[in-house]
């Protein structure tokens, strides 16, 4: 039995042993993680100090290059406001479209009462206005001059006519046309009809503007990119003999690379801040003459400003086409760099 303990507490002792190995051994694996994680976080730190200090050393240089890079960004960003507040102000036009139903001559009023509250409980539809021959007889009367030849006919000419309404929720051009098709073939309607046709050239208009700021916002993505692309080629140039140093000792191309690509998105970040300011500063100054105009037509129409998300969509904007600027730019020039 003695034996037997003794040998038990050799194991039980072996395993414990094997137990803090093992302890020690995951203990040294997640130290070593968390420091490459250190070093890591560290060395990007240091290049995105020593990109932000490099842009200082030559201000005059740097502003210029940021300047025109917040100019292309603020173009796009200002035609997309601009067409924003276009759409804020017609956007209760669509209410404006309205489908006139021309009803039969014969009809009873009876039958005239139900086609009209058919009609209101359609969900396409928001209100159905009645008008009656002798109420449409005295308005012609009100507007024309023809009250005298008016007064020799021996009986009414119109018919009873149905102002139908569409719902804001089927306002759009498509909607309305779908439902104008749906009017003309009920029963007792004799001619229905829709004077949208300036509206349908407005939002053709309207889709024109958009995809000129699209093809805009490409053109100037695409000069914002060349223009990084060449500041960061005059930068390499200007640091050739240190990055030819740089490979002697042993520095790896991402070492190198790595400070040049963080100057490339400071350029495009500062750059779409700068098109953030432009941008706002206009709508500040146009404000004023905007509100005074919306006065004289009896609304309150002002115009407004960057919304966060956009604010946010530009800034991203300006930091992606900084590094695909800079990436480009130092992939293309620093294969060309080696050391004699």
Same mark, same amino acid.
Not at 1 to 15: C, G, L, N, P
Not at 93 to 114: E, G, H, I, P, R
Not at 296 to 302: H, I, K
């Given at each position: ?5 003794? @040998? ?8 414990r042993n ?14 070593? +993680?968390? *420091?490459? &994680?250190? /070093? ?14 490099? +842009?200082?050393?030559? #201000? /005059? ?7 025109v ?5 603020a173009? #796009? ?6 067409? @924003? ?7 209760g ?7 006139? $139903? ?11 009462? !139900?086609l ?14 009645? =008008?009656? #021959?002798?109420?449409? $007889? ?27 309404? #569409? ?6 051009p ?23 046709? %300036?509206?349908?050239? %407005?939002?053709?208009l ?13 053109? $100037? ?5 060349? &223009?990084? *692309? ?16 740089? @490979?002697?000792? *042993?520095?790896?191309?991402?070492? &190198? ?8 998105? %400071?350029?495009?970040?500062?750059g779409?801040? +700068?098109?953030? =300011? ?5 709508? %500040? ?5 905007? !509100?005074?105009?919306?006065r ?7 115009l ?5 998300? +956009?604010?946010? $969509? ?16 130092? *992939? ?9």
């Open positions: 039995m003695a034996f037997r303990s003794k @040998k038990s507490t050799e194991i039980q002792s072996r395993e094997l137990a803090d190995k093992r302890g020690r051994g995951a203990s040294a694996t997640v130290v070593g +993680i968390k *420091g490459a &994680i250190r /070093a890591y976080l560290l060395i990007h730190l240091q290049a995105v100090i020593f990109s932000l200090g490099q +842009i200082r050393r030559s #201000p /005059a240089s740097s502003l210029m290059t940021i300047a890079i917040g100019i292309a960004l173009l #796009p960003s200002g035609l997309h406001l601009i067409l @924003k507040n276009i759409q804020d102000v017609s956007a036009w669509d209410s404006a479209s309205q489908v006139s $139903l021309f009803l039969k001559k014969d009809l009873s009023d009876s039958t005239v009462k !139900k009209a509250n058919r009609l209101r409980e359609m969900r396409e539809i928001e209100e159905v206005v009645e =008008i009656n #021959p002798q109420r449409a $007889l005295q308005e012609f009367r009100q507007i024309s001059d023809f009250g005298d030849a008016l007064n020799t006919l021996q009986e009414n000419p119109f018919p009873t006519v149905l102002i139908v309404e #569409p719902a804001s929720s089927h306002s759009a498509a909607a309305v046309e779908a439902l104008l098709l749906r009017l003309k073939i009920m029963s007792g309607v004799e001619l229905a009809q829709l004077d949208m046709e %300036w509206l349908q050239r %407005w939002y053709a309207m889709e024109i503007i958009k995809r000129a700021v699209l093809v805009l916002a490409v053109l $100037l993505s695409l000069a914002v990119l060349l &223009i990084i *692309g060449n500041t960061i080629r005059l930068a390499i140039q200007s640091r050739r003999e240190e990055i030819e140093v740089q @490979k002697l000792i *042993g520095a790896t191309d991402a070492f &190198i690379r790595r400070p040049f690509i963080y100057s490339g998105i %400071w350029h495009g970040l500062i779409a801040f +700068i098109a953030f =300011i432009l941008v706002n500063t206009a709508v %500040w100054m146009l404000d004023d003459s905007v !509100k005074q105009l919306s004289l037509y009896g609304s309150d129409f002002s407004h400003s960057m919304s966060l998300a +956009i604010t946010v $969509l530009l800034l991203l904007m300006g930091i992606l086409l900084g590094y695909l600027g800079a990436r480009l730019s130092v *992939g293309h020039h620093l294969r060309d760099i080696e050391p004699s």
